[in-house]
């Protein structure tokens, strides 16, 4: 007595086919500025300039790797991939979480160096070749701001580019500081700044990527709750083995044993209790793959005989 309700992926995979449409108008333009910012740190002898280089480097990585992902999640399910290639979407932002923390660290040491040795910043260019980006980063960032599929993939990417926009505005600013007043020490603390406001976004990132990998429950998805709820249903004298996950960002699951009383059973049938009980998962908690088995309480006896055994 289990029924599964999967209620079809149409619109997940009509939303991310629009996210590779994003993704792929985002990195021609961060390809463009990454050439532009390298040579701009060249010619300026910026750290803080040659750090969102270097972030757009790993923007474009994780950008290539966030539209691989998003291809490989897009193939069919199988007899061994029941569930399809959605993870390659989690492991996508899990890879680009952990490029970033190891970008902060670079920049922190580098930074580091600077701050007891300053070294002499042509601020002219420096403050030019970071407006550039920052009008790159601006139309990056609009362009995956529209994408509704709330996916964590396109969140890595997402965040990277809004890390990168405020890399952007650290190095302008830090280029007029040095430009107005000769603090070449702007140039190593505007680095630091911009791993300040990656660190955080990037250990998010890899917190919820972590999490969906080791099938927690989803945070909107208290079980207290969905049992309560189950509970309160005509004829539903028990909920147990109830257990939910996130197979990608978007698709949470659920599955329960349910016990209802023989009367209930047998005077409105399996079919219409497993509707009310997918029912009720859709509306109060927005699960739609949701797999229910339902169980007589005349057999509550021999379950728990198999249990002890």
Same mark, same amino acid.
């Given at each position: 007595?289990?029924?599964?309700?999967?209620?079809?992926?149409?619109?997940?995979?009509?939303?991310?086919?629009?996210?590779?449409?994003?993704?792929?108008?985002?990195?021609?333009?961060?390809?463009?500025?990454?050439?532009?910012?390298?040579?701009?740190?060249?010619?300026?002898?910026?750290?803080?300039?040659?750090?969102?280089?270097?972030?757009?480097?790993?923007?474009?990585?994780?950008?290539?790797?966030?539209?691989?992902?998003?291809?490989?999640?897009?193939?069919? !399910?199988?007899?061994? %991939?029941?569930?399809?290639?959605? $993870? /390659?979407?989690? +492991? *996508?932002?899990?890879?680009? =979480? @952990?490029? &970033?923390?190891?970008?902060?660290?670079?920049?922190?040491?580098?930074?580091?160096?600077?701050?007891?040795?300053?070294?002499?910043?042509?601020?002219?260019?420096?403050?030019?070749?970071?407006?550039?980006?920052?009008?790159?980063?601006?139309?990056?960032?609009?362009?995956?701001?529209?994408?509704?599929?709330?996916?964590?993939?396109?969140?890595?990417?997402?965040?990277?580019?809004?890390?990168?926009?405020?890399?952007?505005?650290?190095?302008?600013?830090?280029?007029?500081?040095?430009?107005?007043?000769?603090?070449?020490?702007?140039?190593?603390?505007? !680095?630091?700044?911009? %791993?300040?406001?990656?660190?955080? $976004? /990037?250990?998010? +990132? *890899?917190?919820?990527?972590? =999490? @969906?990998? &080791?099938?927690?429950?989803?945070?909107?998805?208290?079980?207290?709750?969905?049992?309560?709820?189950?509970?309160?249903?005509?004829?539903?004298?028990?909920?147990?083995?109830?257990?939910?996950?996130?197979?990608?960002?978007?698709?949470?699951?659920?599955?329960?044993?349910?016990?209802?009383?023989?009367?209930?059973?047998?005077?409105?049938?399996?079919?219409?209790?497993?509707?009310?009980?997918?029912?009720?998962?859709?509306?109060h908690f927005a699960v739609r793959h949701a797999t229910f088995q339902v169980e007589p309480a005349s057999h509550r006896a021999h379950e728990d005989l198999g249990e002890a055994h």
């Open positions: 007595m289990s029924h599964g309700h999967g209620h079809g992926h149409g619109g997940h995979a009509a939303g991310r086919a629009g996210d590779r449409r994003r993704l792929k108008v985002v990195l021609a333009v961060t390809g463009s500025i990454l050439v532009v910012q390298l040579v701009g740190a060249w010619i300026s002898g910026s750290l803080a300039l040659l750090a969102d280089a270097g972030h757009m480097a790993t923007d474009a990585a994780g950008i290539v790797l966030a539209l691989g992902a998003s291809y490989v999640a897009a193939l069919p !399910s199988g007899r061994r %991939a029941t569930f399809g290639w959605h $993870r /390659a979407e989690v +492991l *996508a932002a899990l890879a680009n =979480a @952990v490029v &970033l923390v190891a970008l902060c660290v670079y920049l922190a040491v580098a930074a580091a160096g600077r701050l007891l040795e300053p070294t002499e910043v042509a601020a002219g260019p420096m403050v030019g070749f970071a407006l550039v980006g920052l009008v790159a980063n601006a139309v990056s960032l609009l362009v995956l701001s529209r994408s509704t599929t709330g996916s964590l993939n396109m969140r890595g990417a997402t965040m990277e580019v809004a890390a990168d926009t405020l890399g952007s505005v650290v190095v302008v600013v830090a280029g007029v500081v040095i430009w107005t007043t000769g603090f070449d020490r702007a140039d190593p603390i505007g !680095s630091l700044l911009i %791993a300040a406001m990656i660190l955080p $976004r /990037a250990v998010a +990132l *890899a917190r919820d990527s972590v =999490a @969906v990998l &080791l099938e927690a429950a989803p945070r909107d998805v208290r079980l207290d709750d969905v049992q309560a709820h189950l509970m309160r249903m005509p004829g539903v004298v028990d909920v147990h083995d109830l257990h939910a996950w996130t197979i990608t960002t978007g698709l949470p699951s659920l599955s329960a044993h349910v016990t209802v009383t023989d009367e209930v059973l047998d005077e409105r049938g399996v079919g219409a209790i497993l509707d009310d009980l997918a029912g009720c998962t859709a509306a």
